[in-house]
């Protein structure tokens, strides 16, 4: 079974900022996908950034990153210039390839971040 | 719009009293799955279809039933609801991704708050 764990249950940062947030995971696979997602107040669940783990490079979207050491099996997101909008509960996920025939995310328990003007 | 409905967004039942939370997605998904969110637990997987009158059990699934009898709905139904299962519930679908092809991740949709008194 897979385990995902963020040992940072809450975090802040001021505006403009840079923070990064911690995930590591536990697996014997070798082919599977990692996520970090997004839940702001209103509890809508967004797709931040997503991982193939067969890929090297790591994955950016705009003022997102993430620093993915397979070797490691942690999967870290970085925020730059953050920005009050970013307040939110960030949980960090894990999938099997879907050829293994499971969709199942698991998911860490969460990281509350506040931006603070 | 690209969506998962997700009905009635918030629920305050008593114990016993059998109840339906509605799922449907317009996105011609065959993954579809349910999920609850616990504070300091993450998100939990209940149960998951991977396509219609294909049902299976996720990691909590004690004390629901789902059902798929077409490709757009998902109900999830506690027979006799009891106040552990007062929480906070996701819908989420995805197409069924074959080997090689790209992975676009789950669509959740608004979540139900259900509180069983």
């Known amino acids: 079974a897979q385990t995902v764990t963020q040992s940072q249950p809450e975090m802040s940062v001021q505006e403009a900022e840079t923070v990064t947030l911690s995930c590591t995971y536990d697996?014997?696979?070798?082919?599977?996908?990692l996520f970090w997602y997004k839940q702001p107040p209103s509890r809508q669940m967004i797709l931040v950034i997503r991982?193939?783990?067969?890929?090297?490079q790591n994955a950016t979207e705009n003022r997102f990153s993430v620093n993915f050491q397979k070797a490691a099996k942690s999967f870290s997101l970085k925020i730059s210039d953050s920005q009050l909008g970013d307040t939110a509960m960030y949980f960090c996920?894990?999938?099997?390839?879907?050829?293994?025939?499971?969709?199942?995310?698991?998911f860490g328990k969460g990281t509350k971040l506040s931006v603070i003007p | 719009e690209a969506q998962v409905t997700q009905n009635p967004r918030y629920l305050i039942t008593v114990t016993g009293k059998k109840l339906t939370v509605t799922c449907s997605q317009n996105?011609?998904?065959?993954?579809m799955s349910w999920y609850r969110q616990d504070p300091g637990l993450g998100l939990r997987q209940i149960y998951y279809?991977?396509?219609?009158?294909?049902?299976d059990k996720g990691d909590v699934p004690e004390g629901y039933k789902v059902s798929r009898k077409e490709k757009r709905n998902f109900p999830l139904i506690l027979e006799s609801p009891s106040p552990n299962q007062t929480s906070l519930y996701f819908c989420?679908?995805?197409?069924?991704?074959?080997?090689?092809?790209?992975?676009?991740?789950?669509?959740f949709g608004s979540g139900t708050r259900l509180t069983v008194v």
């Open positions: 279809s991977m396509n219609v009158e294909v049902t």
């Open positions: 989420a679908s995805s197409y069924r991704i074959l080997t090689g092809q790209s992975l676009y991740g789950y669509t």
């Open positions: 991982q193939e783990a067969y890929k090297q």
């Open positions: 996920a894990f999938m099997k390839h879907p050829g293994a025939g499971s969709y199942q995310l698991t």
């Open positions: 996105m011609n998904h065959e993954y």
């Open positions: 697996t014997s696979e070798s082919n599977y996908y």
